[in-house]
C-alpha cells in the first residue's frame, strides 16, 4: 500500500494546499520547517527517474506554481525545494514527491553541507562518457 497514493483516493485525510486532476499539494506532517508542503503527482510513480519526461516537466512545473504560491502568501526568507530518489538520498515514501520546505531564518534546524570530494573531474567525465 503506498500511504501518498491512499491521501489521493482520499482514503487518508491531509491538509490540502492545492490540487488539480494531476497533481495534489500537502501540507508534510513532519513540518521540517514551518510550512513543509510536498507536491506530488496523482499517477504512481515510484520516483522521478520512472517518470516520462512530459510528466516529470509538469511536476516540476507545478511545484514552482506552488512554491510561488507559498512564498506571496507566507513571506519565507528562501525555499529549499528538494526532489530525493530511492532510500540513499533519503526518500522515504516511494512515490514521486517535491518537497518545498520553505527558510525563515538559519536556526530553522536544516542544514545542508556540500563537501569537495577531491575526485578527478576528468575521471568522472570518463566514466560518464566512456
Do not use: W
Not at 2 to 30: Q, T
Not at 60 to 67: D, I, L, R
Amino acid at each position: 500500500m503506498c500511504v501518498f497514493c491512499e491521501i489521493v483516493k482520499g482514503n487518508i485525510p491531509s491538509a490540502k494546499v492545492y490540487e488539480d486532476d494531476d497533481f495534489l499539494a500537502i501540507l508534510d506532517l513532519s513540518q521540517t520547517t514551518l510550512d513543509h508542503t510536498l507536491v506530488m503527482p496523482k499517477k504512481h510513480y515510484e520516483n522521478v527517474l520512472e517518470m516520462p519526461k512530459e510528466e516529470a516537466e509538469a511536476l516540476m512545473g507545478k511545484a514552482q506554481e506552488v512554491a510561488k504560491l507559498l512564498t506571496e502568501k507566507l513571506h519565507p526568507a528562501g525555499m529549499n525545494i528538494l526532489l530525493n530518489c530511492n532510500e540513499a538520498a533519503g526518500q522515504s515514501v516511494m512515490h514521486t514527491h517535491v518537497h518545498l520546505i520553505p527558510r525563515y531564518d538559519e536556526s530553522d534546524g536544516i542544514e545542508i553541507h556540500f563537501h569537495e570530494s577531491g575526485r578527478d573531474l576528468n575521471e568522472v567525465l570518463a566514466k560518464i562518457k566512456g
